[in-house]
């Protein structure tokens, strides 16, 4: 069964401290995998994408990774910022542009 | 920069009306994608328009139609509206002739259907 899994369901962080969110995915075939940032009520925005071949991508203070062997996604933010308390969704795209398999998503607050 | 525009930003609509979303893709992209999202859930893939044609059925019910037009924007007509229909209705565009998979989402319309 296509599904992608992430961890944790919530973390609560201070302000200036990084953090890690992971996200483990059984979707075949696999085309690419993003991560969005996703205020609540609001549109899903982009962070990254990476596709097979790319292990590391970097937006700002977001670096995700990829490890195509393990199914393994992690994305890392660095120096937090208040305005990243959001939910934070991996989603993975099969062999196709349309079918993506999102993930339940991290809640991430961040606190002064 | 140009972002997806998506009208109403709100809708109320009482059982068994119609209501018509729109969505205006960022300029010059070709393939418009429809989503449903329920209160704590993921987003649904409803439909996706290619160059005016459609591209891709997800999960949209038979009471719901859409399509694209000449000007690349899209339509969502859904019609004998139910309860369960509210949701946040996310319209997305790319550029899919360039080969680029990023999909840039609109801020959403919010359907209340009492």
């Known amino acids: 069964k296509n599904q992608v899994e992430q961890s944790p369901q919530s973390l609560i962080i201070l302000e200036g401290k990084n953090c890690t969110l992971q996200?483990?995915?059984?979707?075949?075939?696999?085309?690419?995998l993003r991560w969005y940032k996703q205020d609540t009520g609001r549109g899903p925005v982009s962070l990254t994408i990476?596709?097979?071949s790319e292990n590391t991508k970097s937006n700002g203070r977001y670096t995700a990774t990829l490890d195509a062997d393990t199914k393994q996604s992690s994305l890392h933010i660095t120096a937090s910022q208040l305005s990243d308390s959001a939910s934070y969704i991996c989603?993975?795209?099969?062999?196709?542009?349309?079918?993506?398999?999102w993930g339940a998503g991290t809640k991430l607050i961040i606190k002064p | 920069a140009a972002g997806v525009i998506q009208s109403p930003r709100h809708l109320i609509k009482e059982k068994r009306e119609t209501a018509t979303l729109k969505c205006y893709p960022i300029?010059?992209?070709?393939?418009v994608y429809w989503y449903q999202q329920g209160p704590g859930q993921d987003p649904q893939f409803l439909i996706s328009?290619?160059?005016?044609?459609?591209?891709d059925k997800g999960s949209i019910p038979d009471r719901f139609s859409a399509q694209q037009f000449s000007d690349y924007h899209s339509e969502l007509n859904m019609s004998s509206l139910e309860l369960g229909d509210s949701a946040l209705y996310f319209c997305?565009?790319?550029?899919?002739?360039?080969?680029?998979?990023?999909?840039?989402f609109g801020p959403g319309t919010r359907l209340t259907v009492t």
């Open positions: 996200c483990n995915y059984t979707v075949s075939p696999f085309s690419n």
């Open positions: 328009f290619y160059e005016k044609m459609q591209s």
């Open positions: 989603v993975v795209s099969m062999d196709s542009n349309y079918q993506l398999i």
């Open positions: 997305a565009s790319s550029l899919m002739v360039a080969g680029s998979y990023e999909q840039y």
């Open positions: 300029p010059r992209h070709d393939t």
């Open positions: 990476m596709t097979f």
